[in-house]
């Protein structure tokens, strides 16, 4: 065991966390061996740290957000379009590029019990959203003559069901040489009076840091390191879940070159003024998203003389990094921000309590505030019907469905 029995009492004691240690003797060796390991490696002074800030009134009143500038896609003229190009490919046929890709979820919501990454859109070739996604990276790869090093983040739940899901299908014929795996890092939950929870298996209950978490994920399991002896120096990070990603993008590569800057995303029109959407700006002069609970109905119905939004550039997850600009974000701590959810957990007792309303606090962060410690970075408004097909809920908006008919019109499937 890495730590001794008196070693977590002690730890739990001084931060007040016995209530951890309630079941103990109830447990198998092993879930003690994991619970051990939890309580040395969490850090209890953050936790609260993160619960004071639960506790506390997020003001946005003195931050000065200003529309940020953009590169619209379809408005550029040959000569620009052949300078970025000529930028974006020569990088990626130099090896220069990799891929990240968000996969850590499962697909619940969708009604699937695997990784999210596994689940079939109901395409006729009953391609899975992994299968759709090497497709676009294979494509570029023998387009560009290059084996573009694919990184893919799991998490402790899905981890395993992912790697055997690839090698079940010989990685999709792709080099196994150039697909990694690692795990996103994860959070204790607490309740609302600051005690972590007990999970059903009775060790911590934990919940994922959020996709800003994936800077410190790639430096602690070395991705970083691995993309630097590969010699690659980009990386566009984005979601398992947009089935018309452009994953391989030499347009957003040339133009964040030409622009001198370590950082781009992309961003579709907004729908309309009150999608919840997160939108770029400026914060206080630097990039980054303004979400949509903290922008005011003025500002986000605000056009400007061509009567377009001035705050209607929604981030959609598409992320453009350079790898010295990943490793200086992981170098940082990344704020968190709270979120009130339903959190079932054992009680001192041992008995399973399933609430009916929110009753615990889970921290994460965000990617898009890694923005906020870069200078400027160059956004590119694309189209939403050519990039964006996400699928999130199991009908509806953002379903299988629409993201189906999105794919297949794109790709004249009809």
């Known amino acids: 065991m890495s730590i001794s029995y008196e070693e977590m009492k002690r730890k739990l004691e001084k931060y007040n966390q016995m209530q951890i240690m309630s079941n103990y003797e109830k447990l198998d060796d092993k ?46 003229n040959n000569e620009e379009l052949e300078k970025y190009l000529k930028l974006g490919e020569s990088a990626i046929k130099e090896g220069k590029y990799s891929v990240v890709t968000m996969a850590g979820g499962q697909g619940t919501r969708l009604g699937h019990s695997g990784p999210k990454g596994t689940f079939d859109i109901g395409l006729d070739s009953h391609k ?26 799991t998490s402790k739940e899905n981890n395993e069901q992912t790697k055997e899901f690839f090698e079940k299908n010989n990685y999709f014929n792709y080099n196994k040489d150039y697909i990694k795996f690692f795990e996103q890092g994860k959070l204790p939950m607490c309740d609302e009076q600051g005690k972590i929870l007990v999970n059903e298996k009775g060790i911590i209950k934990e919940a994922s840091d959020g996709h800003g978490g994936i800077f410190q994920s790639m430096k602690r399991n070395s991705i970083t390191e691995d993309m630097k002896q590969r010699g690659v120096e980009w990386a566009f990070i ?68 061509e009567g377009e939004l001035v705050f209607g550039e929604s981030h959609i997850n598409c992320n ?68 964006f097909a996400p699928v999130k809920n199991a009908e509806g908006t953002d379903s299988p469905e629409t993201a189906r008919e999105l794919y297949k019109k794109f790709y004249n499937m009809q």
């Open 128 to 153: 899975s959203i992994f299968e759709i996604l090497v497709d676009t990276i294979k494509e570029a790869s023998e387009k560009y003559n290059v084996l573009i090093p694919w990184y893919i983040m």
């Open 238 to 305: 984005g979601p398992v879940d947009n089935v018309l990603v452009k994953m391989v993008d030499p347009i957003l590569l040339g133009a964040v070159i030409d622009k001198k800057v370590l950082a781009g995303g992309k961003s579709v029109v907004k729908a309309n003024p009150s999608e919840k959407v997160g939108v770029f700006c400026k914060r206080n002069g630097k990039p980054g998203v303004v979400e949509y609970t903290e922008i005011s109905k003025e500002m986000s119905e605000q056009v400007n003389e």
């Open 31 to 76: 879930t003690k061996t994991e619970l051990a390991e939890q309580i040395e490696r969490i850090d209890f002074e953050q936790i609260n740290d993160l619960y004071k800030t639960a506790k506390e009134e997020v003001s946005f009143e003195n931050d000065v957000i200003e529309p940020i500038s953009y590169i619209e896609k379809d408005k550029l």
């Open 320 to 387: 453009l990094f350079n790898v010295q600009a990943i490793e200086e974000v992981a170098n940082k701590n990344l704020p968190y921000h709270v979120a009130h959810k339903k959190a079932s957990y054992l009680d001192e007792n041992g008995n399973l309590v399933v609430p009916d309303k929110p009753n615990a606090y889970k921290f994460e962060s965000f990617i898009f505030d890694a923005f906020d410690m870069l200078n400027d970075m160059t956004i590119l408004r694309v189209k939403r019907e050519e990039e």
